[in-house]
Nanobody
Framework: QVQLVESGGGLVQAGDSLKLSCLVS????????MGWFRQAPGKEREFVAH????????FYADSVKGRFTISRHNAKNTVYLQMDSLKPEDTAIYYC???????????????????WGQGTQVTVAS
């Protein structure tokens, strides 16, 4: 079974940067489209960013566009989320998820993804 493990979360001040990593094991990473989602207390899980399995096309939620960057390193089986200019409203648990060959369709919908990590907490203090 494919396993995803996020790391890199923490407590930072507004305006700081963090880089999250998601290591994928037991799967052919280069064949997976990858997504990042987040969930704040009392809120639904929301889409953050997506990178396709071919051509590395990227897509972002409007709320993070221009501040966050998703990337992947296939040789390291890892997808990253570089987060700059962090705001208190970015506080959430961040999850990575995989979608084999991008078959899920709607990259912004959690139901499109097959496997999920356990999440990593990001807290941005004002």
């Amino acid at each position: 079974q494919v396993q995803l493990v996020e790391s890199g979360g923490g407590l930072v001040q507004a305006g700081d940067s963090l880089k999250l990593s998601c290591l994928v094991s037991n799967g052919r990473f280069s064949s997976y489209a990858m997504g990042w989602f987040r969930q704040a207390p009392g809120k639904e899980r929301e889409f953050v960013a997506h990178i396709t399995w071919i051509h590395d096309e990227t897509f972002y939620a409007d709320s993070v566009k221009g501040r966050f960057t998703i990337s992947r390193h296939n040789a390291k089986n890892t997808v990253y989320l570089q987060m700059d200019s962090l705001k208190p409203e970015d506080t959430a648990i961040y999850y990575c998820a995989s979608d084999f060959l991008g078959r899920g369709g709607d990259y912004a919908a959690p139901r499109s993804y097959d496997y999920w990590g356990q999440g990593t907490q990001v807290t941005v203090a004002s």
